[in-house]
């Protein structure tokens, strides 16, 4: 089991925020790839990545998350009729990514909902400590 630093349910938002922000990364890196294709003949272009995703314990045991690792999506490549294309077969087909861009885009708009609703924890969490430490003002 992955350990992460902080404590408590600062550890948890944080862990999520560290997660997040990796799964945007590779996210950022499959749309980048998303219109590649085989370099010769029969090539395999760019495989989509996927985030994979594990629980994580803070410094007092609370439990957490990480991206362990990017797995490659097992999904078949498409064929794209390319004739002119160098890396195209004799039929002139081309293999393409096997990235959606549909499919990232909403990948990309989860993990930036997730990451905003653990940055507001955390928020709420600073704001519950003020208003104990105003209470326990004289």
Do not use: W
């Not at 362990?68 to 078949?76: G, L, N, Q, S």
């Amino acid at each position: 089991m992955v350990k992460i630093p902080g404590e408590g349910a600062t550890g948890v938002a944080v862990s999520a925020l560290h997660a997040q922000q990796a799964r945007m990364r590779v996210i950022a890196e499959n749309i980048a790839n998303q219109a590649s294709t085989g370099r010769t003949p029969g090539a395999d272009p760019y495989r989509r990545q996927v985030p994979v995703f594990a629980p994580a314990l803070t410094k007092d045991g609370a439990e957490g998350v990480a991206m362990i690792e990017a797995k490659p999506d097992p999904k078949a490549f498409p064929l794209l009729y390319e004739p002119g294309n160098p890396a195209a077969n004799a039929q002139g087909y081309v293999k393409g990514s096997n990235v959606s861009g549909m499919i990232e885009a909403l990948d990309m708009k989860a993990a930036q909902r997730a990451y905003s609703a653990n940055l507001n924890m955390l928020e709420n969490l600073d704001a519950m400590e003020k208003r104990t430490l105003d209470i326990l003002k004289p």
